[in-house]
C-alpha cells in the first residue's frame, strides 16, 4: 500500500513540474510535439532513476561517512554528467537505434534541475515526510524517483497534446507562442492541484 501511495503522490498529487516547479526548461521547450515529449519522459525516466540509485549510494556511503555532506550538490551534478555521458557511449555502442531516439535527449538531460532535485530529495529522505508511511530507504527512493519521472513524462506528454491542439486554434497575436504556453502550464498546474489531499 505504501508503494501505491508513493506513486500517486510522485505522478499526481506532487507533480515534479506542476507543484514543485522543477524541469520547467524542457516542460516548455521539447513539448511542441508528443513524439518529442515522448522521448524526452523516456531519457529522463531512465536517467532519473539510475541516477538516484547512485546518488543515495554516494550519500549514505560517501557523504555521510565522512561527514562531507557540504559537497552533496557539486558531487550529485559530477555524477548526474558522468552518467548521462557513460549511458550515451553505452548506447551508441549497444543499441544504436535506441542512441539515434533518445541521443537528442540525453545532452539535455544534464542540465534538468529535475534530476538534480530528485537526488537531492531522495538522498536527504525529506520527500518521506509528505507520504503517511514512507521510508528514506534506496527502496522506496528508487520508486519515488521512477514514479516523480513518470510524472514529468505525463506533465510534458499532456502539454505537448494541448500545445498541438493550440497550434492550429486561433489565438490572439498577442497571446501566440510563449505566453499561451504560460497561460496553459497554469491552467494544467491548477488542475493538478485537484489532487492535493488524496494522499
Known sequence: ????????????????????????CPFLGVSKKIDTAV?????????????????YLLQKYVLEAFGIGFLQTILFILVIAAL????????????????????VFLPLITTNCCILGVA????????????????????????FAF???????????????IREQLAMAKVPEAMKGTPIALLTAG??????????GVV
Open 187 to 196: 491552467l494544467l498546474a491548477m488542475a493538478f492541484m485537484g489532487f492535493s
Open 1 to 24: 500500500m505504501v508503494y501505491f501511495l508513493i506513486i500517486i503522490s510522485a505522478i499526481f498529487v506532487n507533480n515534479i513540474v506542476f507543484s514543485q516547479f522543477l524541469g520547467i
Open 39 to 55: 522521448g524526452m519522459g523516456a531519457a529522463v525516466t531512465f536517467v532519473l532513476t539510475l541516477a538516484t540509485i547512485v546518488t
Open 84 to 103: 548521462v555521458q557513460m549511458i550515451e557511449i553505452m548506447l551508441k555502442k549497444v543499441s544504436p537505434s535506441l542512441y539515434q531516439a533518445l541521443g
Open 120 to 143: 537531492i530529495l531522495v538522498g536527504d529522505g525529506t520527500w518521506a515526510a509528505k507520504i503517511p508511511g514512507a521510508e528514506a530507504n534506496l527502496l522506496q527512493g528508487t520508486v
Open 147 to 161: 514514479a516523480t519521472a513518470i510524472g514529468f513524462s505525463v506533465a510534458l506528454v499532456l502539454f505537448a497534446g
